[in-house]
């Protein structure tokens, strides 16, 4: 009899345990996880918003914990794009990807911007690109957080070769020119006389080192930093404004508790405005670096330049047209001061 007491006192006892320590089980939640992943390295700018980002959503106490890839641990950014638009890697830092949708091309169009200040006009938060773009990528699943300054883009040509050119079409040929796999950027380069060779970022370097192609293009100061051991000069076409989209899957995004949504949304706005605060600096710093290490720059003259943005208003802009329509073009020249 006292046996089975104790035994009844014990069960109850647990049984309570049991009951009281049930709801804080089922209340308590782990914080979600959102992978951020990239394909550039910690002295590209891309770097310095996903750190700045981070330290802003912990400040906010949003319930969310990042689970930082950066460097191309997760693939090259066409690859973590394509993650993004499923949901695999809910947030990234990319550039138009136009084999996901030819009207991402738009962010790569030359000559739309002269300087810093009218690019954050376009580009910058609340700029006039900003609802253009996010209903494009709406159309992909994702929400754009933000447009990436990384500077203008310019020419490179390889260790070894004197030519500089800058007067097109006429310089540019027989010249192998390396292009992302984006047609704008063939239809580009082709304008300008060279012979547009497709290739990814990844074999860019090797094939600079080993000759295979005679000069890069879409590159600003920064990559020329980083590949500076490889290249002989680097020509200032400024041929476009170059930048990126920081966006996340809208699905994911949705799915958040609104609080947390609220807070990272907030996070990221505080971010863009300090990146955009400090990115020319960052970009005129790594030109002037550029120059110390020996590296050629060469900018063009009035004539060559007016003569570059002629060839590309002429051929470019009506192919773009075609791709977004008169409607979205006629904005553009409406921005870039065309007739």
């Known amino acids: 009899m006292t046996i089975t007491t104790r035994a009844k006192s014990i069960l109850s006892t647990c049984v309570l345990s049991a009951a009281l320590t049930l709801p804080a089980a089922q209340t308590t939640q782990a914080a979600e996880e959102l992978m951020l992943g990239h394909a550039y390295p910690a002295d590209h700018i891309f770097h310095m918003t996903s750190t700045t980002f981070m330290d802003e959503l912990k400040k906010s106490g949003a319930d969310i914990e990042v689970n930082y890839q950066p460097g191309g641990s997760l693939g090259d950014w066409a690859s973590i794009f394509e993650q993004s638009m499923d949901g695999v890697v809910p947030m990234t830092m990319s ?19 002269e300087d810093w200040n009218q690019a954050r006009e376009v580009y910058g938060p609340n700029g006039k690109m900003t609802d253009i773009y996010n209903k494009i990528l709406g159309d992909l699943d994702l929400v754009v957080l933000g447009v990436i300054p990384t500077g203008f883009g310019s020419i490179a040509m390889r260790k070894g070769v004197e030519d500089v050119p800058t007067s097109f079409p006429q310089d540019g040929q027989g010249i192998k020119m390396r292009v992302p796999a984006i047609p704008i950027g063939i239809e580009r380069y082709k304008s300008f006389g ?42 200032l076409t400024k041929d476009y404004f170059e930048h990126a989209f920081w966006v996340v899957n809208k699905s994911w995004l949705e799915d958040l508790p ?34 110390e290490s020996g590296v050629k720059v060469v900018e063009l003259s009035p004539e060559d330049m007016n003569k570059a943005k002629e060839i590309l208003y002429a051929s470019e802009w009506p192919y773009m047209e075609g791709i977004v329509g008169a409607e979205i073009m006629g904005m553009m020249r409406k921005i870039a001061g065309i007739n």
């Open 95 to 113: 550039f138009g990807a136009s084999e996901y949708d030819p009207r991402l091309d738009l962010s790569w169009l030359s000559y739309v911007v």
């Open 194 to 235: 060279f012979t547009p060779v497709p290739m990814p970022f990844s074999e860019l370097y090797t094939a600079l080192q080993l000759g295979t192609i005679d000069a890069r293009g879409t590159a600003p100061a920064v990559e020329i930093w980083q590949m500076r051991d490889v290249l002989e000069s680097y020509i």
């Open 258 to 291: 609104e609080a947390d949504r609220n807070k990272l949304i907030a996070a990221a706005d505080t971010t863009m405005a300090k990146v955009w605060d400090e990115a020319q600096a960052i970009d005129e710093g790594f030109l002037n670096k550029v120059r």
